[in-house]
């Protein structure tokens, strides 16, 4: 099934905001009100430049978005913790401890917003996604883009309040 979907992008200020600038495509095309400018302020940014997937993910549990991401690479998992429930979390933590990676200054802040993302709801599917956008039985609507290895899929939910 191929879908064309009216998703507008605004030029991104600079060589850094391309993660922030994407997401708030994402969130134009659901009538969400918040300006580019500050999505970018909002978004953590790496000391290097750039932001981390997970970063964007956090913003848009944030807002009230449900978010899930789809892994294909085995650096940071595994994917037989993917065969049954598991705490992702402690797997996650171990894994960084073994591979010396809570040590390294960049770790740190990605490991903190993977608890914060699991910590808000964010959902963690092992495998390569399909190109494709759906409505779940709720009529939510998920988009899953292909290609990459992490995939982050939004999708609109009731806010509180």
């Known amino acids: 099934m191929n879908a064309d979907l009216n998703v507008l992008i605004e030029r991104q200020p600079d060589y850094t905001t391309c993660g922030p600038t994407a997401l708030h495509a994402i969130y134009r095309y659901y009538d969400d009100p918040i300006d580019l400018h500050t999505v970018i302020a909002?978004?953590?940014?790496?000391?290097?430049?750039?932001?981390?997937?997970?970063?964007?993910?956090?913003?848009?549990?944030?807002r009230g978005y449900e978010v899930t991401t789809w892994l294909c690479s085995v650096r940071h998992m595994d994917p037989t913790w993917f065969a049954q429930?598991?705490?992702?979390?402690?797997?996650?933590?171990?894994?960084?401890a073994a591979k010396a990676f809570d040590?390294?200054?960049?770790?740190?802040?990605?490991m903190e917003a993977v608890e914060r993302y699991l910590e808000l709801g964010g959902k963690v599917i092992?495998?390569?996604?399909?190109?494709?956008?759906?409505?779940?039985?709720?009529?939510?609507?998920?988009?899953?883009p292909d290609g990459n290895e992490r995939h982050v899929s939004l999708s609109m939910r009731a806010r509180d309040g």
């Open 103 to 110: 040590t390294d200054p960049r770790y740190g802040p990605a």
């Open 85 to 96: 429930p598991t705490d992702l979390l402690a797997k996650l933590k171990a894994r960084a």
């Open 126 to 144: 092992w495998g390569r996604s399909v190109a494709s956008i759906d409505r779940d039985a709720d009529g939510k609507r998920h988009a899953a």
């Open 42 to 62: 909002e978004t953590p940014k790496l000391p290097t430049g750039g932001t981390l997937g997970v970063h964007l993910s956090v913003h848009a549990l944030q």
